[in-house]
């Protein structure tokens, strides 16, 4: 199309087309920059598009924009052209270069412009034309720019950026020039809308660049226009903002351009060339002033920007300068904005990071002037103090390393002073005096940022804090002696201390810090370091205990006895027993094992004998001292008053740094095993032939000091122990005494017995201490001592006999072997014990029985099995729900033993086990089989794959739904409860049709909540499987109960989103309590509902129901003759066709007789 053409046109619009292009123009003034319109893009007719949408409406707006373009269209039109957005696109840039001197007409036709350009096809505008265009744009907006409206600008400034990117030549910096510096000039325009599209258009220009040449031409035209206005931004950067005062009031409209040049800068800086970004670097440097002007928050994220996208080389040699302006504006933190003086900690730690990277020198000579900076942000306010303290842990961390400190240094002194070295040395030494004046200038305890802070800092320096942090660790004492008796807030103090324990180890703290006792005065110093001491010392030495510790406290217990019942006196006998309840802290993996446990053995033989406030520690040292070996995790260290003390404390994290080689475990080993012997001994003679019972604490140290030992060492102690007393045989003396003897003292009587049965006990606990790692004579002798306690003993006093015998059974599994028969005749002719502890070992004992007699292949053992079988599920139906719980657990192990089975036929002893329990269904007890649908839930619960393998188990448990016990149903619904609530949606999708049509006649009885649980299975399975699928499974009889079911679901979830309450409930939700596991789903019935009331409630059922209630015709529909389930229960004996098997559960079927 030619230019005069163009031109001829554009003169023969009437008035009445200039009127409407002037319409469109205001209104495109005042259109939001976010409201465009979406067109198709193809050669679809874009004039059209604004008819057919626009054509009808009455809006000014709306004419306004189909005018112009039918003006454009008429253009075409009259040259021929098809009404394609290229076309388009030519006639409005032709109309515009012929309209420059006329902004209203320019306007309307940019707006046009920003709807075709985006429409035209990648190509079709060639570079030259696109070149040409932009030339015609940037003419007309530069000529016209503050004439046109905000829309118009955004809108021409939209169309210049897309031909830059999308058609102009990219490696030619001659056609970008123009429309480059256009995009340049208006991205610092005062107009907002303008100067973000304008960013925005340059930042997708300069990402869509590639040339070299060319990056480094529109590099160094951004950097112009930042030297252009640096005397603007020099004034600005100075400028000191008056508090309460807005940072836009400040900027004068002359000063704005220069601030938004900075965004500018962050907007391009990623692009720019690494020359032209470390002249930049270079001038946000020199802008960077110690006080908040308008200017800082650009120019900090500008140099952020280029941390992030520039290398390191790049921004290294200003790094020192730049530092220090950065501490400057750190040191007015109380006048700088808390959000600037959190971004100024995140650059000054990159800026060292940077440094370090490729200068260290550098990074270790500015490290104390940062550290200084920092520190002092730590008694600002809370999230500049918190940032702070994150950003020094994180450089302590990374530039405080103990290893190199003690490479380059020389610490032949103890002496500061005299400690020679390099520059990690100089660092360590000086960050150490900043923090020791932080402390100083604190008033009372510092705050935690400030603690935890010196806490990692004295953790990295290690032994070197001895040295370098002394002056340090001597305020924190100081601060600690004024603190005393307010807990709460020394609590990062304490553990700010117990940093120090671990890093230079008992010994040197001790030194600068000495428990000295003052005998004048009744006094000792530094008492308070002993529960820090408790809780924090590892790796050191049973040495210093034996030589230093333990005399030190019998002092301080001398030294109480010249004032003993004052005040003082007191104090310094607690203290002398703390002093050496440290044993289990210095036996936390202490360095010296084989050189002076021997010694260690001795004194606790002395503690165990003569100090019984010492049995607890020693108990938790012998522990440690083999668990640690065996790699095994530590007792709780916490005693006495310890346990007062907040568990959450750095032990765990420090010992993660601590543990043994193989070959160190090795030979502590052997040192415990060569003194353990006497020991041993001891240990037994003390609490045994004293008939004082074994603690927990203690039975666990025998153990372990046990299984240091030969199987043949424990049996001869074992052996003398039994020499000194025979349980059996002083049982048998107790039967020979005349019962007749009227004159025996009954008190005195009672406490022998109780005192022989305390024995009897410790003989039996220290025998199963033993159990581990025994042979099989010494496993013989347990054996013979267990059975002689279940021969001589009441059934309440048999705690020790099981607990000794499941140990046996679980560690030797040759003894099940050999013994099975016997065992188990001795386990079953005595009844389940009351107390919970003596049911949890018997049911052990009878779990691993029971599992060897199914592995079996003889007969009598697989009899044998299911006697205990018969026994566990009688427990399923124990009133005591301690009972039950051990029950169900033997039963799920039992399970779980077979199923871990090593043998290939693990799957097959599995099904042999659920035919077992299938086949008490069958029984004539309603007891027993509820006790085996329970039994049935269990293992569901553990593994709901069950009923999938087996699909006749299933119908076998719903085919008791048809019976008349109360019980069975209840047995069962739980049953099914367990199973919808376990199986996955897919398994339980196949299910649904034979399980509702089985629970949904259940549905209209209320009594014994029958209705609830049938309620919430149904929801179950709505929620898991969906509704439809539900509704499709549902017989029609009952669908308007599972239509009752939905709309009260449906009620209670929107109930539940207005009030926000966050338990779901359920209909009768009173009486129903929470979902339950499957040990309460098993366990539906209790000792309410034993025998008796069975039979009453049976009696009652007799007098006062419907005949059709007693003849068990059921409602709902008839079961289809072909189903599978059906000729099961006819084969089990339930006659599904007679009248007396089968019944019919109607709403007043269990109404009680008046």
């Known amino acids: 199309m030619s230019s005069s053409t163009t031109q001829r046109h554009c003169s ?5 087309q200039k009127s409407l292009l002037r319409a469109m123009a205001a209104f495109e003034d005042r259109a939001d920059e976010n409201d465009e319109i979406a067109f198709k893009d193809g050669n679809t007719d874009i004039s059209q598009q604004l008819m057919d949408r626009y ?116 490696d030619d910096w001659v056609s970008l020039q123009i429309g480059f510096a256009l995009l340049l000039k208006f991205a610092i325009d005062k107009r907002p809308k303008v100067r973000r599209c304008a960013q925005e258009c340059l930042e997708k220009l300069f990402g869509s660049l590639r040339s070299s040449t060319v990056i480094k031409e529109a590099s160094h035209t951004v950097y112009a226009l930042l030297k252009e206005y640096k005397p603007v931004l020099s004034d600005l950067s100075s400028t000191k903002i008056e508090e309460g005062s807005k940072v836009d009031s400040t900027l004068k409209s002359e000063n704005a351009e220069a601030a938004h040049v900075l965004n500018v800068l962050s907007a391009t800086i990623p692009f720019l060339s690494a020359k032209v970004s470390s002249r930049v670097f270079s001038e946000l440097c020199e802008l960077m002033a110690s006080q908040f002007s308008p200017l800082t928050r650009q120019i900090l994220k500008a140099i952020d920007t280029i941390f992030k996208n520039s290398e390191d080389t790049v921004v290294v040699p200003e790094i020192e300068g730049l530092v220090t302006s950065l501490t400057g504006y750190l040191s007015l933190h109380d006048k700088n904005p808390a959000d600037t003086i959190v971004h100024v900690t995140t650059l000054l730690k990159t800026a060292l990071e940077k440094a370090y990277s490729v200068e260290p020198t550098l990074c270790l000579t500015k490290l104390p002037l940062v550290f200084g900076s920092l520190a002092g942000l730590l008694i600002s306010t809370d999230d500049v103090a918190s940032k702070a303290s994150i950003i020094l842990k994180d450089l302590i961390s990374s530039h405080i390393d103990k290893n190199k400190l003690l490479t380059e240094g020389s610490l032949s002194s103890e002496d500061e002073d005299k400690v020679t070295g390099g520059d990690n040395i100089n660092t360590a030494r000086c960050v150490c005096s900043v923090f020791e004046s932080a402390l100083n200038s604190c008033d009372g305890i510092p705050n935690e940022h400030i603690l935890t802070v010196i806490s990692l800092l004295i953790e990295k320096l290690g032994e070197l804090s001895y040295i370098l942090a002394k002056n340090i660790i001597l305020k924190l004492a100081d601060l600690m002696k004024n603190a005393i008796g307010d807990s709460s807030s020394s609590q990062d103090l304490q553990q ?38 408790r809780k924090c010392i590892i790796g050191a030495s049973l040495s210093y205990y034996v030589d230093r510790i333990v005399p030190l406290a019998k002092s301080l217990m001398l030294a109480s006895k010249g004032a003993k019942k004052s005040a003082p006196g007191k104090e310094l006998r607690a203290c002398g027993h703390e002093l050496l309840r440290l044993l289990p802290a210095f036996c936390n993996y202490p360095v010296d094992v084989p050189k002076n446990f021997g010694s260690l053995a001795k004194l606790m033989v002395e503690f165990i004998k003569n100090k019984s406030f010492m049995h607890e520690a020693v108990a938790l040292s ?63 003679d003390v609490f045994t032939v004293s008939g004082t019972e074994i603690s927990a604490d203690f039975k666990a140290a025998i153990g372990c000091l046990a299984s240091t030992l030969d199987s043949s060492v424990r049996k001869k102690i074992l052996i003398s122990l039994l020499n000194k007393f025979d349980p059996a045989g002083e049982n048998e003396t107790e039967g020979q005494v005349n019962l007749s003897n009227d004159s025996m003292d009954e008190e005195k009587e009672k406490c022998s017995a109780t005192k022989t049965q305390l024995k009897r006990s410790a003989v039996l606990d220290l025998a199963s201490s033993f ?56 386990l079953l002719s005595h009844k ?61 192990m039992v399970y779980t033993t077979l199923k871990n089975s090593s043998s290939i036929t693990s799957d097959e002893l599995c099904l042999k086990l659920i035919n077992m329990i299938t ?125 009752t079911v939905l709309e009260n679901r449906s009620g209670k979830s929107k109930d539940k989103e207005e009030t926000n309450d966050s338990q ?73 066709k007679s009248g007396k098997e089968t019944r019919k559960p109607q709403k007043n079927r269990f109404r009680k007789a008046p």
């Open 12 to 16: 023969s619009l009437n008035p009445n």
């Open 55 to 170: 054509g009808k409406s009455s809006a000014a707006q709306h004419r306004h924009l189909v005018a112009t373009a039918v003006a454009m269209r008429s253009i075409l039109t009259s040259e021929s052209l098809p009404p394609s957005p290229p076309a388009f696109f030519a006639a409005a840039i032709s109309s515009v270069d012929s309209s420059t001197e006329d902004p209203v007409a320019v306007s309307a036709l940019l707006t046009f412009l920003s709807i075709v350009v985006p429409l035209v096809p990648s190509g079709e505008i060639s570079a030259t034309m696109a070149r040409d265009a932009v030339a015609v744009l940037v003419k007309a907006i530069d000529g016209e720019g503050d004439k046109l409206g905000v829309a118009s600008l955004r809108a021409g400034v939209k169309c210049i950026g897309t031909l830059l990117i999308g058609f102009c030549d990219l």
């Open 496 to 533: 700010c201390i117990g940093s120090a324990v671990v890093a230079m180890g008992p010994v040197k703290l001790l030194t600068l810090l000495p428990i000295t006792l003052h005998a004048e005065s009744h006094s000792c110093t530094n008492a308070w370091l002993i529960p820090i001491l």
């Open 622 to 684: 012998l522990q440690m001292l083999v668990n640690q070996n065996k790699r095994l995790p530590k007792p709780s260290t916490d005693m006495g008053e310890a346990k007062a003390i907040s568990e959450e404390d750095a032990t765990t994290e420090l010992e993660s740094g601590f543990h043994y080689s193989k070959k160190a475990s090795t030979k502590n080993m052997k040192a415990l095993a060569s003194s353990s012997t006497e020991l041993l001994q001891t240990l037994v």
């Open 771 to 826: 159990v581990e790692g025994a042979k099989e004579d010494l496993v013989e002798l347990i054996y013979i001592l267990v059975r002689q306690s279940f021969q001589a003993t009441d059934e309440a006093d048999l705690r020790g006999a099981y607990d000794t015998l499941s140990r046996v059974l679980q560690e030797h599994g040759w003894f099940c072997v050999s013994h099975f028969a016997e065992v188990i005749e001795m």
């Open 832 to 892: 389940n014990p009351e107390d919970a502890a003596s049911s949890r070992s018997r049911f052990a004992c009878l779990h691993v029985l029971m599992a060897h007699g199914i592995q079996s292949s003889a007969e009598e053992e697989n009899e044998k099995a299911f006697l205990i079988l018969n026994e566990m599920i009688l427990t399923l139906k124990d009133g005591k729900e301690e009972h039950r719980k051990a029950a169900c657990d033997a039963l799920v």
């Open 919 to 1043: 086949g008490y269904i069958s029984g004539s007890s309603p007891h027993i089989r509820s006790g085996a649908v329970s039994a049935l839930s269990a293992l569901i619960y553990k593994d709901p794959e069950i009923c999938l393998s087996s699909p006749e188990l299933l119908s076998s448990v719903l085919s008791l739904l048809h019976t008349k016990s109360i019980e069975i149903i209840k047995a069962v619904l739980g049953f099914v409860k367990v199973l919808v609530s376990t199986s996955q949606a897919q398994d339980l999708q196949s299910l649904l049709q034979n399980l509702l049509y089985e629970i949904l006649p259940w549905s209209s009885v209320s009594r014994h909540y029958f209705k609830s649980k049938v309620t919430i299975i149904v929801e179950i399975m709505v929620r898991k499987c969906g509704t439809r699928a539900v509704q499709l499974a549902t017989p029609d009889k009952h669908k308007n109960f599972i239509q």
């Open 1064 to 1136: 779901t409930t359920s209909i009768n939700s009173s009486r129903e309590p929470r979902k339950r596991n499957y040990r309460e789903a098993s366990s539906e019935t209790s000792a309410k509902q034993d025998g008796n009331k069975f039979k009453r409630q049976k009696r009652t059922h007799q007098q006062h129901t419907p005949a059709s209630g007693l003849n068990g015709s059921r409602t709902g529909p008839q079961r289809p003759a072909n189903r599978s389930f059906g000729k099961h229960r006819e084969a089990s004996g339930n006659n599904h």
